[in-house]
């Protein structure tokens, strides 16, 4: 992350209110747009926050589970909108309390790999979060929803998965981050939802054993209550303290084609993959 800190100009775009009533999609769309702009260095390095109100994002080996449509019907009784996104990555909770997370990175400065584009989050949510920095650990905590090799846990208890996104120079590493209720409320809902979406079934992919316990929110961390609001305050400060220049705002108007143009490829893949 040190690297990176060195760039003089950082762009902060602020969506966790604005996108609260919209779409998960738009946000994966805004995501791919600014992976272009700052792949093809048409804008600078850039972190974007974003909140979404009670979704529950499937990834594709969700959707071919055998009972799909009844664990989606099952998230839409308890107030959940499933969405499909086309990318890897298993079903993860947005909500009020989820602050989402991404850097966009380009490689100007030299290669990045899988690995290092993790660390980079890593580094980042440590600077934000120095109460419990020394405490977070990163690998995969086997009965979490989304396990990966970079969740994040303190006392073995997760509180964060990250994923990655690589379009025409343009890297997006995405984090949600679970910041307030309980950690444990959100798996509930997604163990359900497994349980419902698969019935015991065998099946060809091996889809997560939730386990609730195994997972918490970052106010259950502190021992306090912490707000999306606030997380976010300490991501603006942290980059002011970093880099000479915050550029802030939404897209400008000539980034809105582009900004367009993936937004309506997504939804036309989702509705693809919802008709399969």
């Given amino acids: 992350m040190t690297d990176f800190l060195t760039q003089k100009t950082w762009r902060f775009m602020d969506q966790s209110i604005s996108g609260l009533d919209r779409s998960p999609l738009e946000s994966f769309a805004a995501d791919d747009t600014l992976c272009h702009l700052v792949g093809q260095q048409q804008s600078p390095l850039t972190v974007r926050t974003w909140v979404h109100r009670s979704a529950v994002v ?3 080996q969700d959707h071919r589970l055998p009972y799909v449509q009844a664990g989606m019907d099952l998230l839409e009784q308890r ?3 499933p969405i499909v996104r086309n990318s890897g990555g298993l079903a993860v909770v947005l909500d009020e309390g989820v602050m989402n997370v991404s850097i966009v990175l380009n490689e100007a400065v030299g ?5 290092e584009g993790y660390d980079i989050m890593v ?3 440590k600077g934000i979060f120095p109460e419990f920095a020394d405490a977070i650990e990163a690998y995969e905590i086997v009965g979490s929803y989304c396990p990966g090799s970079y969740d994040l846990s303190v006392n073995g208890k997760k509180f964060a998965g990250i994923a990655q996104r690589r379009i025409r120079g343009g890297i997006a590493v995405q984090i949600y981050l679970s910041v307030d209720r309980t950690g ?3 798996a509930e809902l997604i163990r359900d939802f497994y349980n419902i979406a698969r019935q015991n079934e065998e099946t060809k992919f091996d889809y997560p054993n939730v386990r609730p316990e195994v997972m918490v929110s970052i106010s259950e961390i502190m021992g306090q209550p912490m707000t999306v609001n606030e997380v976010n305050t300490r991501i603006q400060q942290f980059l002011y303290k970093h880099c000479e220049t915050l550029r802030m705002g939404p897209f400008e108007q000539d980034e809105m084609e582009q900004y ?17």
């Fill in 260 to 276: 367009t143009f993936y937004l309506k490829r997504i939804f036309e893949r989702n509705q693809k993959l919802l008709r399969e």
């Fill in 79 to 81: 107030g959940y909108t």
């Fill in 123 to 125: 580094a980042f949510i």
């Fill in 58 to 60: 499937l990834g594709i």
């Fill in 184 to 186: 444990g409320e959100r």
């Fill in 111 to 115: 290669r990045i790999d899988i690995n």
